[in-house]
T-cell receptor, first 117, second 112 residues
Framework: GAVVSQHPSWVICKSGTSVKIECRSL??????MFWYRQFPKQSLMLMAT?????????EQGVEKDKFLINHASLTLSTLTVTSAHPEDSSFYIC?????????????FGSGTQLSVL | GNSVTQMEGPVTLSEEAFLTINCTYT??????LFWYVQYPGEGLQLLLK?????DKGSNKGFEATYRKETTSFHLEKGSVQVSDSAVYFC???????????FGIGTKLQVIP
């Protein structure tokens, strides 16, 4: 079946550095990808929606200059956490909406655990 | 706005025990309801869904019934297996609206 590959699965970085997370749809084209964040004991919260070739739409309260999203192709979206701080430590997960061949279902990556020291 | 309230885990059960994971929701309009499962090291996968009141979603022995009167969508399984150990997320979206609202996830651990 359709698979979404997300990596890295975990990353530790120093405060002030930038981290890039990749999300790839394998075997299908994803016109829309979603980025979620989950803090401990909280729900998965939608951060942004990205459509291939256009700017991402960010949810209220999410800083677009801090969380850069690039959806340059139908199979790849990246999330870059710029100038990361300890409060950005969280679990980030992407999902991709499949094309009609996959009945336009949502497929999820396995997530990235980010720890900022 | 939409919200999903889900029981906190972890839930630890012995093999062949009965499972219930509670989920209630608030939503505008007429939501579709989902249960997703995340096995260790994998992405979330759709387990089952129901799109209207009184619908019952079922898959792999799991069931959940869309109860509009109690705004609930509790997940049940009659006899759990060790392989059911995972995190279960209750979720909803409103028709024609592509955002999905998730609960916090409930970790289930089944011991032999």
């Amino acid at each position: 079946g359709a698979v979404v590959s997300q990596h890295p699965s975990w990353v530790i970085c120093k405060s002030g550095t930038s981290v890039k997370i990749e999300c790839r749809s394998l075997d299908f084209q994803a016109t829309t990808m979603f980025w979620y964040r989950q803090f401990p004991k909280q729900s998965l919260m939608l951060m942004a929606t990205s459509n291939e070739g256009s700017k991402a739409t960010y949810e209220q309260g999410v800083e677009k200059d801090k969380f850069l999203i690039n959806h340059a192709s139908l199979t790849l979206s990246t999330l870059t956490v710029t100038s990361a701080h300890p409060e950005d430590s969280s679990f980030y997960i992407c999902s991709a909406r499949g094309d009609r061949a996959t009945n336009e279902k949502l497929f999820f990556g396995s997530g990235t655990q980010l720890s900022v020291l | 706005g939409n919200s999903v309230t889900q029981m906190e885990g972890p839930v630890t059960l012995s093999e062949e025990a009965f499972l219930t994971i509670n989920c209630t929701y608030t939503a505008t309009g007429y939501p579709s309801l989902f249960w997703y499962v995340q096995y260790p090291g994998e992405g979330l996968q759709l387990l089952l869904k129901a799109t209207k009141a009184d619908d019952k979603g079922s898959n792999k022995g799991f069931e959940a019934t869309y109860r509009k009167e109690t705004t609930s969508f509790h997940l049940e399984k009659g006899s759990v297996q060790v392989s059911d150990s995972a995190v279960y997320f209750c979720a909803l979206n409103t028709r024609g609206y592509q955002k999905v609202t998730f609960g916090i996830g409930t970790k289930l651990q089944v011991i032999p």
